[in-house]
């Protein structure tokens, strides 16, 4: 179609006079033209030819998962029958409005529910979250992790090593231990161990709960009572 256009074009210019260096340039151009055309159309079918690429693997919200508590902090009663494990990361905005809504299912099962707290830093994108973390545990290694826990969320916006010093001193620690415990390996191994549990359990952001290893997809009082009550029910 393209060839027959340029050929139509060319017999109309020699029609109205147009002289043989003219015609010369015309054909010329019309060469680069039709090339550039192929060539675009080369690209397109190979764009077209790619293979769609693999969609990530669907989460089974039925599939139960692995996770043990570990050493890591928990609320509520330590052999309390349903576990419900959150990963989180400090730095997170929407981690920050989780606090709320756990400690209102602690108050409704304080004898049946056990809060344990995982650390995910999202370091890809949180610049400040694994200096928060390793404050978080640092604290925890003097019994102070949850007053941490909860001036970390206070203070999303200022996590700068100063300010992590200053919140220790804000809430009792011996900050010359805490500034040694968090660059311990002991420190770190409890992080990476958190994160090797969060892989294992296909978490793929953050906040993300388990209870009794299951995961939460409606993260809201309602959705948790429903599977909390569920999963009592099946105890017996």
Known sequence: MRKVAGIGLLALLAACGA???????????QRQILAKLTDLEKKVEQISARPAAPQAP???????????????PFKGPANAPVVLTEFSDFQCPFCAQ?????DQVLKAYPNEV???HKEFPLTSIHQNALNAARAAVAAQEQGKFWEMHDKLFANQRTLSPDNLK???????????KFEKDMTSPEVQKQIDDDMKLAQEAEVRGTPTLFLNGKRVMNRNFEGLKEMIDQALKQKG
Request: charged residues 25%; proline residues 7%.
């Open 58 to 72: 669907q989460i089974d919200p039925n599939k139960v998962y692995n996770i043990p508590a570990g050493n890591s």
């Open 114 to 116: 056990k809060l344990v």
């Open 19 to 29: 002289n043989s260096e003219d015609m010369k340039k015309l054909e010329d151009s």
């Open 166 to 176: 200053q919140y220790a001193q804000d809430i009792g620690l011996d900050v010359a």
């Open 98 to 102: 989780l606090p709320s809504l756990v």
